[in-house]
């Protein structure tokens, strides 16, 4: 894994799910596992988080919600889908509210399938989401720079 300059901020949403992703997604939080020695921080405020993780589909009721959060989060960003309710909308798919998988609302970056998915690979998922944010700002940094040599 790269050097991160800084420690990028997770913001964890549950959408419509039973809650067993969710319970994974705290695990990894936990001394066993301890996802922060990955230099991630856990945060509630999107303003200040660079990866959204969500567990759950998306249904009529939370679509709003995901988007606001999605939008209020400052660029780069990453969107990782933890469990296939997230990625597919799961054995839920078919109920007349849901309306999919997260990608039916934002853009998804990284998908973690599996019922419940275990820590293990919901930590691969925020490896990689890690990685790819690193990759986005730097290539964000190297435009400003560009953008500064043009102006002058």
């Known amino acids: 894994m790269g050097n991160v300059k800084r420690s990028p901020w997770l913001l964890h949403y549950d959408g419509s799910s039973c809650n067993g992703c969710d319970i994974e997604v705290l695990a990894c939080l936990t001394p066993v596992y301890d996802v922060e020695r990955f230099g991630v921080i856990n945060t509630g405020d999107p303003m200040q ?6 567990t759950g589909g998306i249904n009529t009721q939370n679509q709003a ?22 990625c597919t909308g799961g054995v839920f798919k078919d109920c007349y509210n849901i309306l999919g998988g997260v990608d039916t609302t934002i853009p998804v970056d990284i998908y973690v399938p599996g019922c419940a998915a275990r820590p293990q690979a919901i930590i691969d998922g925020v490896v990689k989401a890690v990685e790819l944010f690193q990759k986005r700002s730097d290539e964000m940094e190297q435009k400003k720079k560009e953008s500064r040599k043009e102006q002058k």
Do not use: T
Request: charged share 20%.
């Open 49 to 54: 988080a660079d990866i959204f993780l969500i």
């Open 65 to 86: 919600v995901v988007k606001q959060l999605y939008d209020q989060m400052p660029k780069p960003k990453v969107v990782v889908a933890v469990g296939v309710c997230a």
